[in-house]
Protein backbone atom coordinates (compact mmCIF):
# COMPACT_ATOMS: atom_id res chain seq x y z
CA UNK A 1 0.00 0.00 0.00
CA UNK A 2 2.58 2.37 1.05
CA UNK A 3 4.59 1.51 -2.01
CA UNK A 4 2.60 4.40 -3.97
CA UNK A 5 4.52 7.66 -4.21
CA UNK A 6 2.02 9.53 -6.19
CA UNK A 7 -1.86 8.89 -6.37
CA UNK A 8 -3.93 10.93 -8.79
CA UNK A 9 -7.59 10.55 -8.45
CA UNK A 10 -10.36 11.78 -11.25
CA UNK A 11 -7.64 15.36 -11.70
CA UNK A 12 -10.39 17.47 -13.78
CA UNK A 13 -8.44 21.05 -15.25
CA UNK A 14 -10.82 23.15 -16.60
CA UNK A 15 -10.17 26.32 -19.01
CA UNK A 16 -12.80 29.03 -18.62
CA UNK A 17 -12.40 31.16 -21.65
CA UNK A 18 -15.17 31.84 -24.14
CA UNK A 19 -16.24 27.95 -23.22
CA UNK A 20 -15.40 25.69 -20.47
CA UNK A 21 -12.20 23.88 -21.84
CA UNK A 22 -12.05 20.71 -20.57
CA UNK A 23 -8.10 20.33 -20.58
CA UNK A 24 -7.72 17.35 -18.02
CA UNK A 25 -10.86 15.70 -17.40
CA UNK A 26 -10.74 13.00 -15.49
CA UNK A 27 -7.46 11.63 -14.91
CA UNK A 28 -6.29 8.52 -12.42
CA UNK A 29 -3.24 7.35 -12.28
CA UNK A 30 -0.59 6.14 -9.50
CA UNK A 31 3.26 5.92 -9.51
CA UNK A 32 5.15 3.45 -7.20
CA UNK A 33 8.70 4.12 -5.59
CA UNK A 34 11.14 3.99 -8.42
CA UNK A 35 8.59 3.84 -11.11
CA UNK A 36 9.13 5.43 -14.33
CA UNK A 37 5.32 6.20 -15.60
CA UNK A 38 5.05 7.74 -19.23
CA UNK A 39 2.45 10.18 -20.64
CA UNK A 40 2.20 9.83 -24.67
CA UNK A 41 -0.25 11.69 -26.60
CA UNK A 42 -0.44 14.23 -28.86
CA UNK A 43 -0.30 17.90 -28.93
CA UNK A 44 -3.20 19.22 -26.79
CA UNK A 45 -4.28 16.06 -25.19
CA UNK A 46 -3.47 17.48 -21.85
CA UNK A 47 -0.20 15.92 -20.81
CA UNK A 48 1.48 18.66 -19.69
CA UNK A 49 -1.55 20.28 -17.88
CA UNK A 50 -1.73 17.37 -16.16
CA UNK A 51 1.69 17.10 -15.15
CA UNK A 52 1.43 21.01 -13.99
CA UNK A 53 -2.00 20.08 -12.24
CA UNK A 54 -0.04 17.79 -9.92
CA UNK A 55 2.50 21.02 -8.76
CA UNK A 56 -0.79 23.07 -8.95
CA UNK A 57 0.97 25.12 -11.14
CA UNK A 58 -2.19 26.22 -13.30
CA UNK A 59 -2.87 29.97 -13.89
CA UNK A 60 -6.53 31.46 -14.29
CA UNK A 61 -8.27 31.10 -16.59
CA UNK A 62 -7.57 27.65 -15.88
CA UNK A 63 -8.80 26.07 -12.70
CA UNK A 64 -8.26 22.58 -11.23
CA UNK A 65 -11.79 21.99 -9.71
CA UNK A 66 -12.26 18.60 -8.66
CA UNK A 67 -9.55 15.42 -7.89
CA UNK A 68 -7.35 14.23 -5.51
CA UNK A 69 -3.59 14.20 -5.80
CA UNK A 70 -1.96 11.86 -3.24
CA UNK A 71 1.49 12.50 -2.31
CA UNK A 72 3.06 11.12 0.44
CA UNK A 73 0.42 10.96 2.67
CA UNK A 74 -0.84 14.30 1.93
CA UNK A 75 -3.35 15.80 -0.89
CA UNK A 76 -1.37 18.55 -2.46
CA UNK A 77 -4.50 19.57 -3.70
CA UNK A 78 -5.67 20.76 -0.34
CA UNK A 79 -2.14 22.33 0.87
CA UNK A 80 -1.85 25.86 1.37
CA UNK A 81 0.56 27.72 -0.93
CA UNK A 82 3.49 28.07 1.66
CA UNK A 83 3.84 24.64 2.00
CA UNK A 84 3.20 23.89 -1.59
CA UNK A 85 6.52 25.97 -2.25
CA UNK A 86 8.33 23.87 0.29
CA UNK A 87 7.64 20.56 -1.96
CA UNK A 88 8.03 21.88 -5.44
CA UNK A 89 11.71 21.96 -6.91
CA UNK A 90 12.99 20.16 -3.75
CA UNK A 91 10.73 16.69 -3.77
CA UNK A 92 8.69 17.21 -6.68
CA UNK A 93 10.83 19.14 -9.38
CA UNK A 94 9.99 19.12 -13.10
CA UNK A 95 12.58 19.83 -16.17
CA UNK A 96 10.67 21.18 -19.20
CA UNK A 97 10.54 21.17 -22.87
CA UNK A 98 12.51 24.34 -24.49
CA UNK A 99 15.72 24.41 -22.01
CA UNK A 100 16.49 28.31 -23.43
CA UNK A 101 13.02 29.52 -22.09
CA UNK A 102 13.39 27.19 -19.11
CA UNK A 103 16.44 29.19 -17.88
CA UNK A 104 16.76 32.71 -16.95
CA UNK A 105 18.74 34.62 -19.04
CA UNK A 106 20.17 37.30 -17.58
CA UNK A 107 21.63 35.27 -14.73
CA UNK A 108 24.58 32.87 -14.17
CA UNK A 109 24.49 29.04 -14.31
CA UNK A 110 26.25 29.25 -11.38
CA UNK A 111 23.73 32.23 -9.85
CA UNK A 112 20.68 29.69 -10.93
CA UNK A 113 21.55 26.82 -9.60
CA UNK A 114 22.96 28.06 -5.94
CA UNK A 115 19.45 30.28 -6.13
CA UNK A 116 17.45 26.89 -6.51
CA UNK A 117 19.93 25.10 -3.16
CA UNK A 118 19.42 28.39 -0.91
CA UNK A 119 15.74 28.19 -1.36
CA UNK A 120 15.34 24.72 0.06
CA UNK A 121 18.77 23.73 1.69
CA UNK A 122 19.69 25.54 4.96
CA UNK A 123 23.40 25.74 3.89
CA UNK A 124 25.75 28.66 3.45
CA UNK A 125 26.94 29.68 -0.06
CA UNK A 126 29.85 28.09 -0.51
CA UNK A 127 28.39 24.63 0.52
CA UNK A 128 25.83 25.41 -2.40
CA UNK A 129 28.45 26.39 -4.92
CA UNK A 130 30.09 23.18 -3.60
CA UNK A 131 26.55 21.00 -3.91
CA UNK A 132 25.70 22.81 -7.38
CA UNK A 133 29.13 21.73 -9.07
CA UNK A 134 28.91 18.46 -8.24
CA UNK A 135 25.86 18.22 -10.10
CA UNK A 136 26.40 19.76 -12.20
CA UNK A 137 29.52 17.12 -13.00
CA UNK A 138 26.86 14.63 -12.14
CA UNK A 139 25.01 15.65 -15.48
CA UNK A 140 28.55 14.96 -17.37
CA UNK A 141 28.98 18.57 -18.15
CA UNK A 142 32.66 18.35 -19.79
CA UNK A 143 33.76 21.55 -18.24
CA UNK A 144 31.51 22.05 -15.28
CA UNK A 145 33.77 24.77 -13.56
CA UNK A 146 33.72 26.75 -16.90
CA UNK A 147 29.83 26.55 -17.24
CA UNK A 148 28.84 27.30 -13.63
CA UNK A 149 29.93 30.96 -14.81
CA UNK A 150 28.10 31.00 -18.12
CA UNK A 151 25.03 32.65 -19.52
CA UNK A 152 22.42 30.00 -20.35
CA UNK A 153 23.06 31.77 -23.95
CA UNK A 154 26.65 30.85 -24.56
CA UNK A 155 25.75 27.04 -23.63
CA UNK A 156 24.21 24.15 -26.50
CA UNK A 157 20.29 22.63 -26.20
CA UNK A 158 21.52 19.58 -25.29
CA UNK A 159 24.30 21.53 -22.53
CA UNK A 160 21.03 24.09 -21.23
CA UNK A 161 18.80 20.80 -21.16
CA UNK A 162 21.88 19.41 -19.15
CA UNK A 163 21.81 22.00 -16.70
CA UNK A 164 17.72 22.06 -16.32
CA UNK A 165 18.08 18.14 -14.81
CA UNK A 166 21.10 19.15 -12.62
CA UNK A 167 18.97 22.19 -11.34
CA UNK A 168 16.38 19.47 -10.84
CA UNK A 169 18.02 17.07 -9.15
CA UNK A 170 20.09 19.23 -6.79
CA UNK A 171 17.83 19.31 -4.38
CA UNK A 172 17.24 15.39 -4.40
CA UNK A 173 14.07 15.35 -5.36
CA UNK A 174 11.94 11.54 -4.53
CA UNK A 175 9.79 12.35 -7.90
CA UNK A 176 11.28 13.86 -10.97
CA UNK A 177 8.66 15.37 -13.94
CA UNK A 178 9.73 15.45 -17.29
CA UNK A 179 7.66 17.15 -19.72
CA UNK A 180 9.36 16.23 -23.19
CA UNK A 181 12.83 16.49 -22.15
CA UNK A 182 14.18 15.96 -25.37
CA UNK A 183 12.00 17.40 -27.93
CA UNK A 184 13.69 20.42 -28.66
CA UNK A 185 16.93 18.70 -29.30
CA UNK A 186 18.76 16.73 -31.91
CA UNK A 187 18.52 13.02 -32.27
CA UNK A 188 22.10 12.25 -31.55
CA UNK A 189 22.27 14.46 -28.81
CA UNK A 190 18.17 13.17 -27.53
CA UNK A 191 20.43 9.50 -27.48
CA UNK A 192 22.94 10.76 -24.93
CA UNK A 193 20.34 12.72 -23.04
CA UNK A 194 18.12 9.58 -22.57
CA UNK A 195 21.48 7.72 -21.72
CA UNK A 196 21.80 9.47 -18.93
CA UNK A 197 18.22 9.93 -17.79
CA UNK A 198 18.76 6.08 -17.51
CA UNK A 199 21.92 6.44 -15.43
CA UNK A 200 20.44 9.16 -13.02
CA UNK A 201 16.86 7.18 -12.70
CA UNK A 202 18.84 4.04 -11.48
CA UNK A 203 21.41 5.80 -9.41
CA UNK A 204 19.16 8.17 -7.50
CA UNK A 205 16.12 5.35 -7.18
CA UNK A 206 13.48 8.21 -8.63
CA UNK A 207 10.11 7.98 -9.91
CA UNK A 208 9.54 9.85 -12.73
CA UNK A 209 6.74 11.03 -14.59
CA UNK A 210 7.77 11.25 -18.10
CA UNK A 211 5.59 13.17 -20.26
CA UNK A 212 6.45 12.77 -24.61
CA UNK A 213 4.54 12.49 -27.86
CA UNK A 214 7.33 10.04 -29.07
CA UNK A 215 6.47 6.41 -28.04
CA UNK A 216 9.94 5.57 -29.13
CA UNK A 217 10.98 7.48 -26.05
CA UNK A 218 8.34 6.14 -24.25
CA UNK A 219 9.15 2.40 -25.22
CA UNK A 220 12.65 3.19 -24.59
CA UNK A 221 12.37 4.93 -21.00
CA UNK A 222 9.09 3.87 -18.97
CA UNK A 223 7.31 0.77 -17.04
CA UNK A 224 4.12 2.01 -17.37
CA UNK A 225 2.25 3.67 -20.26
CA UNK A 226 -1.18 5.99 -19.92
CA UNK A 227 -1.93 6.96 -23.65
CA UNK A 228 -3.92 10.15 -23.01
CA UNK A 229 -6.39 11.86 -25.59
CA UNK A 230 -8.65 14.85 -25.23
CA UNK A 231 -8.13 15.07 -21.55
CA UNK A 232 -8.04 11.59 -20.38
CA UNK A 233 -6.31 8.85 -19.90
CA UNK A 234 -7.72 6.32 -22.38
CA UNK A 235 -5.69 3.28 -21.87
CA UNK A 236 -2.64 2.30 -18.84
CA UNK A 237 -0.70 -0.19 -18.43
CA UNK A 238 2.50 -2.18 -18.80
CA UNK A 239 4.19 -0.90 -21.59
CA UNK A 240 4.61 -3.92 -23.79
CA UNK A 241 0.85 -5.19 -23.11
CA UNK A 242 0.00 -1.36 -24.73
CA UNK A 243 2.10 -1.69 -27.79
CA UNK A 244 1.38 -5.29 -28.53
CA UNK A 245 -2.00 -5.37 -27.55
CA UNK A 246 -3.57 -1.74 -27.26
CA UNK A 247 -7.30 -2.09 -26.52
CA UNK A 248 -7.99 1.23 -27.86
CA UNK A 249 -8.82 2.08 -31.64
CA UNK A 250 -6.91 5.48 -31.05
CA UNK A 251 -3.93 3.53 -29.54
CA UNK A 252 -3.68 1.34 -32.43
CA UNK A 253 -4.45 4.40 -34.75
CA UNK A 254 -0.93 6.03 -33.57
CA UNK A 255 1.17 3.26 -33.43
CA UNK A 256 0.33 2.15 -36.27
CA UNK A 257 1.20 5.78 -37.76
CA UNK A 258 4.70 5.41 -35.47
CA UNK A 259 5.00 1.50 -37.19
CA UNK A 260 4.65 2.85 -40.98
CA UNK A 261 7.46 5.42 -39.98
CA UNK A 262 10.22 3.41 -38.40
CA UNK B 1 17.47 12.78 -66.76
CA UNK B 2 18.17 15.35 -64.03
CA UNK B 3 15.94 18.41 -63.17
CA UNK B 4 18.46 19.78 -60.38
CA UNK B 5 21.78 20.29 -60.84
CA UNK B 6 24.62 21.44 -57.91
CA UNK B 7 28.29 22.03 -58.60
CA UNK B 8 30.63 22.64 -55.94
CA UNK B 9 27.82 24.91 -54.41
CA UNK B 10 29.70 27.42 -51.33
CA UNK B 11 27.58 29.54 -49.05
CA UNK B 12 29.54 30.81 -46.16
CA UNK B 13 27.96 33.46 -43.69
CA UNK B 14 29.86 36.34 -41.61
CA UNK B 15 29.52 36.23 -37.97
CA UNK B 16 29.81 40.07 -37.32
CA UNK B 17 30.16 41.63 -33.56
CA UNK B 18 30.28 44.66 -32.21
CA UNK B 19 28.39 47.98 -32.76
CA UNK B 20 31.03 48.12 -35.50
CA UNK B 21 29.61 45.01 -36.73
CA UNK B 22 33.09 43.45 -37.65
CA UNK B 23 33.96 40.33 -39.26
CA UNK B 24 34.75 37.89 -36.76
CA UNK B 25 34.17 34.53 -38.41
CA UNK B 26 32.65 32.61 -41.16
CA UNK B 27 29.66 29.94 -40.79
CA UNK B 28 30.02 27.80 -43.34
CA UNK B 29 26.71 26.92 -43.88
CA UNK B 30 27.08 25.13 -47.73
CA UNK B 31 30.64 24.00 -48.34
CA UNK B 32 31.13 22.55 -51.66
CA UNK B 33 27.73 20.60 -52.30
CA UNK B 34 27.06 18.99 -55.76
CA UNK B 35 24.44 17.21 -56.13
CA UNK B 36 21.91 15.86 -58.69
CA UNK B 37 18.17 15.91 -58.68
CA UNK B 38 16.61 13.34 -61.02
CA UNK B 39 13.16 13.78 -62.81
CA UNK B 40 10.54 12.27 -60.98
CA UNK B 41 12.31 10.71 -57.97
CA UNK B 42 11.79 12.10 -54.12
CA UNK B 43 15.51 13.00 -52.92
CA UNK B 44 16.18 13.26 -49.39
CA UNK B 45 18.26 15.44 -47.41
CA UNK B 46 18.87 14.70 -43.66
CA UNK B 47 20.97 15.77 -41.20
CA UNK B 48 20.91 18.20 -37.53
CA UNK B 49 19.92 21.08 -37.08
CA UNK B 50 22.69 23.61 -38.92
CA UNK B 51 23.83 21.03 -41.37
CA UNK B 52 22.80 23.61 -44.19
CA UNK B 53 19.90 21.58 -44.98
CA UNK B 54 17.86 24.25 -45.68
CA UNK B 55 20.59 26.69 -46.77
CA UNK B 56 21.06 24.40 -49.79
CA UNK B 57 16.76 24.15 -50.21
CA UNK B 58 17.02 27.74 -50.87
CA UNK B 59 19.83 28.38 -53.07
CA UNK B 60 18.36 26.08 -55.46
CA UNK B 61 14.97 27.98 -55.11
CA UNK B 62 17.36 31.24 -56.20
CA UNK B 63 15.86 32.39 -52.33
CA UNK B 64 19.88 33.05 -51.55
CA UNK B 65 22.49 33.27 -53.69
CA UNK B 66 25.54 31.36 -53.15
CA UNK B 67 28.96 32.57 -53.34
CA UNK B 68 30.71 30.23 -56.07
CA UNK B 69 28.94 27.37 -57.86
CA UNK B 70 26.83 26.53 -60.26
CA UNK B 71 22.84 25.48 -60.55
CA UNK B 72 20.89 24.17 -63.11
CA UNK B 73 17.29 24.16 -62.73
CA UNK B 74 15.23 22.54 -65.65
CA UNK B 75 12.25 22.63 -63.70
CA UNK B 76 9.13 25.11 -64.55
CA UNK B 77 7.71 26.42 -61.72
CA UNK B 78 9.53 25.68 -58.84
CA UNK B 79 7.63 25.47 -55.55
CA UNK B 80 8.40 24.98 -51.54
CA UNK B 81 6.47 24.11 -48.95
CA UNK B 82 7.86 25.35 -45.60
CA UNK B 83 8.22 23.93 -41.96
CA UNK B 84 5.94 25.67 -39.98
CA UNK B 85 2.52 26.65 -41.15
CA UNK B 86 1.92 28.95 -38.52
CA UNK B 87 4.20 31.35 -40.36
CA UNK B 88 4.30 30.74 -43.93
CA UNK B 89 0.53 31.46 -44.52
CA UNK B 90 -0.25 35.41 -44.26
CA UNK B 91 -2.53 35.71 -41.43
CA UNK B 92 -4.30 38.50 -43.19
CA UNK B 93 -5.90 36.64 -45.74
CA UNK B 94 -8.54 34.48 -46.73
CA UNK B 95 -7.66 30.81 -47.99
CA UNK B 96 -9.33 31.69 -51.27
CA UNK B 97 -6.92 34.62 -51.49
CA UNK B 98 -3.63 32.70 -50.43
CA UNK B 99 -4.87 30.06 -52.79
CA UNK B 100 -5.26 32.61 -55.87
CA UNK B 101 -2.46 34.69 -55.55
CA UNK B 102 -0.01 32.37 -57.21
CA UNK B 103 -2.40 31.80 -59.99
CA UNK B 104 -2.94 36.08 -60.16
CA UNK B 105 1.14 36.56 -60.28
CA UNK B 106 1.14 33.68 -62.84
CA UNK B 107 -0.95 35.01 -65.19
CA UNK B 108 0.44 38.56 -65.16
CA UNK B 109 3.55 37.00 -65.86
CA UNK B 110 2.49 34.72 -68.58
CA UNK B 111 -0.10 36.99 -70.02
CA UNK B 112 -2.78 34.53 -70.37
CA UNK B 113 -6.50 34.31 -70.17
CA UNK B 114 -6.88 31.92 -66.84
CA UNK B 115 -7.39 35.27 -65.15
CA UNK B 116 -11.14 35.01 -65.15
CA UNK B 117 -12.14 34.55 -61.44
CA UNK B 118 -14.47 32.21 -62.29
CA UNK B 119 -11.80 29.45 -63.76
CA UNK B 120 -9.61 30.30 -60.88
CA UNK B 121 -12.67 29.89 -58.19
CA UNK B 122 -12.61 25.89 -60.14
CA UNK B 123 -9.28 25.18 -59.69
CA UNK B 124 -9.27 26.18 -56.26
CA UNK B 125 -11.81 23.73 -55.63
CA UNK B 126 -10.43 21.31 -57.25
CA UNK B 127 -7.14 21.58 -55.45
CA UNK B 128 -9.29 21.79 -51.66
CA UNK B 129 -10.92 18.36 -52.63
CA UNK B 130 -7.30 17.08 -53.87
CA UNK B 131 -6.02 17.93 -50.12
CA UNK B 132 -8.77 17.10 -48.50
CA UNK B 133 -10.71 20.38 -47.22
CA UNK B 134 -14.33 21.53 -47.23
CA UNK B 135 -15.34 23.80 -50.14
CA UNK B 136 -16.38 26.20 -47.31
CA UNK B 137 -12.58 26.93 -46.17
CA UNK B 138 -11.88 29.07 -48.66
CA UNK B 139 -13.39 32.26 -47.08
CA UNK B 140 -11.53 31.75 -43.60
CA UNK B 141 -8.20 32.71 -41.99
CA UNK B 142 -5.76 30.46 -41.03
CA UNK B 143 -5.91 31.02 -37.27
CA UNK B 144 -8.98 28.83 -37.93
CA UNK B 145 -7.29 26.09 -38.72
CA UNK B 146 -5.18 23.27 -37.02
CA UNK B 147 -1.62 22.62 -37.63
CA UNK B 148 -2.47 19.91 -40.45
CA UNK B 149 -4.98 21.86 -42.41
CA UNK B 150 -2.92 24.52 -42.71
CA UNK B 151 0.06 22.45 -43.96
CA UNK B 152 -2.47 21.31 -46.28
CA UNK B 153 -3.83 24.37 -47.58
CA UNK B 154 0.27 25.17 -47.91
CA UNK B 155 0.72 21.74 -49.82
CA UNK B 156 -2.59 22.86 -51.57
CA UNK B 157 -0.92 26.91 -52.64
CA UNK B 158 2.11 24.92 -53.92
CA UNK B 159 0.66 22.23 -56.03
CA UNK B 160 -1.69 25.27 -57.66
CA UNK B 161 0.69 26.64 -60.41
CA UNK B 162 1.39 23.07 -61.53
CA UNK B 163 5.16 22.75 -60.12
CA UNK B 164 7.69 20.22 -61.88
CA UNK B 165 9.38 20.44 -58.51
CA UNK B 166 8.63 21.37 -54.80
CA UNK B 167 10.80 21.84 -52.07
CA UNK B 168 9.55 20.35 -49.20
CA UNK B 169 11.30 21.59 -45.85
CA UNK B 170 10.61 19.60 -42.75
CA UNK B 171 6.70 19.79 -43.91
CA UNK B 172 5.89 17.65 -41.43
CA UNK B 173 8.18 18.21 -38.58
CA UNK B 174 5.60 20.56 -36.16
CA UNK B 175 2.86 17.76 -36.78
CA UNK B 176 1.75 15.34 -34.42
CA UNK B 177 2.39 11.16 -35.41
CA UNK B 178 -0.60 10.45 -36.94
CA UNK B 179 -0.99 13.70 -38.96
CA UNK B 180 2.48 13.35 -40.13
CA UNK B 181 1.56 10.24 -42.10
CA UNK B 182 -1.99 11.61 -43.58
CA UNK B 183 0.33 14.38 -44.98
CA UNK B 184 3.51 12.11 -45.83
CA UNK B 185 0.79 9.76 -47.85
CA UNK B 186 -0.93 13.20 -49.48
CA UNK B 187 2.26 14.12 -50.75
CA UNK B 188 2.91 10.47 -51.61
CA UNK B 189 -0.42 10.98 -53.53
CA UNK B 190 0.35 14.33 -55.12
CA UNK B 191 3.76 13.04 -56.57
CA UNK B 192 2.17 10.29 -58.63
CA UNK B 193 -0.75 11.72 -59.58
CA UNK B 194 1.05 15.07 -61.57
CA UNK B 195 4.76 13.28 -61.74
CA UNK B 196 6.28 15.75 -59.22
CA UNK B 197 10.37 15.84 -58.38
CA UNK B 198 10.64 16.84 -54.76
CA UNK B 199 13.71 17.75 -52.61
CA UNK B 200 12.89 16.69 -49.47
CA UNK B 201 14.88 17.91 -46.02
CA UNK B 202 13.94 16.65 -42.33
CA UNK B 203 16.23 16.26 -39.39
CA UNK B 204 13.87 12.90 -39.09
CA UNK B 205 15.22 9.64 -40.38
CA UNK B 206 12.12 7.92 -40.11
CA UNK B 207 10.49 10.03 -42.04
CA UNK B 208 13.32 10.67 -44.71
CA UNK B 209 13.23 6.96 -44.95
CA UNK B 210 9.12 6.74 -45.66
CA UNK B 211 9.47 9.40 -48.22
CA UNK B 212 12.79 8.98 -50.19
CA UNK B 213 14.10 7.16 -53.41
CA UNK B 214 17.59 8.45 -52.91
CA UNK B 215 19.13 10.25 -49.56
CA UNK B 216 21.89 12.36 -49.03
CA UNK B 217 23.11 12.86 -45.49
CA UNK B 218 24.67 16.49 -44.51
CA UNK B 219 26.73 17.39 -42.15
CA UNK B 220 28.50 20.97 -41.01
CA UNK B 221 27.81 21.93 -44.67
CA UNK B 222 29.10 19.00 -46.46
CA UNK B 223 27.14 15.97 -47.91
CA UNK B 224 29.26 12.59 -46.17
CA UNK B 225 27.21 10.22 -47.42
CA UNK B 226 25.04 9.74 -50.99
CA UNK B 227 22.85 7.06 -52.45
CA UNK B 228 19.78 4.80 -52.64
CA UNK B 229 17.73 5.26 -49.38
CA UNK B 230 17.79 1.13 -49.01
CA UNK B 231 21.65 1.46 -48.84
CA UNK B 232 21.58 4.23 -47.12
CA UNK B 233 19.65 2.11 -44.35
CA UNK B 234 20.63 -1.41 -44.65
CA UNK B 235 24.42 -0.35 -44.84
CA UNK B 236 25.45 2.98 -43.82
CA UNK B 237 29.19 3.60 -44.70
CA UNK B 238 30.07 6.78 -42.75
CA UNK B 239 30.23 6.38 -38.52
CA UNK B 240 27.91 9.50 -38.55
CA UNK B 241 25.04 8.02 -40.71
CA UNK B 242 26.05 5.23 -38.37
CA UNK B 243 25.41 7.04 -34.95
CA UNK B 244 22.58 8.91 -36.59
CA UNK B 245 21.01 5.64 -37.69
CA UNK B 246 21.57 4.12 -33.83
CA UNK B 247 19.43 7.54 -32.51
CA UNK B 248 16.21 6.13 -34.06
CA UNK B 249 14.35 5.32 -31.32
CA UNK B 250 12.36 1.58 -32.30
CA UNK B 251 8.98 0.80 -30.11
CA UNK B 252 9.81 -2.18 -30.41
CA UNK B 253 13.85 -3.12 -29.30
CA UNK B 254 15.50 -6.07 -30.66
CA UNK B 255 15.15 -7.60 -27.18
CA UNK B 256 11.17 -7.96 -26.90
CA UNK B 257 11.60 -9.40 -30.56
Redesign the interface.
Known sequence: MNDKILEVKNLKTYFYTSQVIRAVDGVSFDIKKGEVFGLVGESGSGKTLTALSVLKLINPPGKTIDGQIIFDGADLLKMDEDSLRDIRGSRISIVFQDPSTALNPVFTIGYQMIEAVLAHQKVNRVKAKGLSLEYLNKVHIGQHKKVFYDYPHQLSGGTKQRVSIAMALVNSPELLILDEPTTALDVTIQAQILDLLDEIIKEEHLSIIFISHDFGIIARMCDHVGVMYKGRIIEQGEKYDIIKNPKESYTRNLLESVKALS | MSIVECKNIKKHFPILRGYRREKVGIVKAVDDVSLEIKKGETFGLVG??GCGKTTIGKIILGIIKPDSGRIILSAQRPQVIFQDPYNSLDPKMRVREILAEGLVLQDRRQGTSLGFARDRRDKIQEILDLVKLPKSSVTKYPHEFS?GERQRIAIGRAVLTEPEFIVCDEPVSSL??????EI?KLLKNIQKRFSITYLFIS?????V??MSDRVAVMKEGKIIEEGPTSRIYSNPERSYTK??L????????KA?L
Not at chain 2, 176 to 181: A, C, E
Not at chain 2, 203 to 207: F, P
Not at chain 2, 246 to 253: A, D, E, Q, V
Open positions: ESGDVTIQLLHDLRVKFLLSSILNIYPY
